[in-house]
């Protein structure tokens, strides 16, 4: 079942004939779609060092290549500062027959993502809390937040919440959820733009034995509220540890109130969104709200 209505099919077979056109010293490598339960690009391995990401949504070409730029820009910053290992952006390619956009060319990245319902250990809370301070200690350069997306004001958020709602009767307590709303749309903004991943939970972290080995999906690394990174403490921690990141990180009442704030507009949209098409992407969703909820009094 697809979960965009604007969803592409991409096949293995057109990857394969793609890779070998545009990137011919690839040709005659294996080509094998890898498994995985994210929602924006479909992910190919080429060999045994390579990795290919095709986006799933439609969009105009010139747009979709201006994305795979920036993102590559921003993943080759990442990889740069961060104390575990992440992909490095190799090459961009071009539309071509059987699939209608560009596609990004990265290292691949060996080992395994926490499962949805992880709870890092206090060692993991360590990492994670190092991690976090080591993007932060990049410096922004005098850039700010910029776009749409989470990291910016949260009042922005209201038309998309307000459709979660509407989305939601039925299915959530929606009424507990509007007063959650209420209270941390007014939390006020105090502290200066960090440079920040964006999206620290499950699917696009790597873990072995208990630790932090890997980050995936580092295209987004820019400048945003603190609080998006430290949003991971309500996808990858239970409570006990959860406190021991936020002490690492030095997290103040508002800081760790906005944390919840983000984590929770992006936990409501997966839970209607995905009830049908992504089980695990619906399962995190609720099991984030739930943390959220039975930390938050409102």
Same mark, same amino acid.
């Given at each position: ?5 604007? %969803?592409?099919?991409? *096949? ?16 005659? /490598? ?27 949504? &439609? ?7 201006? +994305? ?5 820009? /921003?993943?080759? *910053? ?9 992909? &490095?952006?190799?090459?961009?390619? $071009? ?27 206090? /060692?993991?809370?360590?990492?994670? /809390? ?19 997306? *989470?990291?910016?004001?949260? #009042?922005?958020?209201? %038309?998309?919440? %307000?459709? @979660?709602? +509407? ?12 007063r959650l709303w209420d ?24 873990v072995a034995d208990g ?30 540890? &959860?406190?021991?990141? &936020? ?9 760790? $109130? #906005? ?7 992006? @936990? ?31």
């Amino acid at each position: 079942m697809a979960m965009h209505d604007d %969803e592409i099919d991409v *096949r293995e077979d057109v990857v394969r004939e793609l890779v070998a056109d545009q990137f011919p010293g690839w040709a005659g /490598a294996p080509v094998r779609r890898v498994a995985s339960d994210g929602t924006v690009n479909a992910i190919f391995r080429i060999g045994d060092e390579v990795a290919a990401r095709f986006p799933l949504r &439609r969009r105009a070409v010139d747009a979709a290549r201006a +994305v795979l730029e920036r993102e590559a820009a /921003a993943s080759r *910053r990442f990889a740069g500062h961060s104390p575990v290992p992440a992909p &490095r952006p190799i090459a961009i390619g $071009e539309p071509g027959e059987g699939y209608p956009l560009p596609w990004a060319v990265q290292s691949w990245l060996p080992g395994t993502t926490a499962p949805i319902e992880f709870e890092g250990s206090p /060692a993991f809370a360590h990492d994670l /809390a190092g991690l976090v301070s080591a993007l932060r200690a990049t410096g922004t350069g005098g850039r700010v937040f910029q776009g749409n997306g *989470r990291g910016g004001d949260l #009042r922005d958020h209201d %038309e998309w919440v %307000e459709e @979660c709602f +509407v989305r939601s009767e039925g299915l959530l307590d929606v009424p507990h959820l509007r007063r959650l709303w209420d209270h941390f749309r007014e939390l006020p903004r105090t502290s200066a733009d960090v440079m920040s991943h964006g999206d620290l939970q499950p699917l696009n972290v790597l873990v072995a034995d208990g630790r932090l080995t890997g980050v995936l999906d580092t295209g987004g690394f820019a400048p945003a509220d603190p609080a998006l990174d430290a949003m991971a403490a309500w996808y990858l921690l239970g409570d006990s540890s &959860r406190e021991i990141f &936020r002490e690492e990180l030095n997290c103040d009442d508002l800081e760790w $109130e #906005r944390s919840k704030a983000w984590s929770f507009q992006q @936990c409501l949209g997966a839970i209607w969104y995905y009830i049908d098409s992504n089980p695990a992407m619906y399962r995190m969703g609720r099991l984030v709200l739930d943390r959220i909820r039975a930390n938050t009094k409102v």
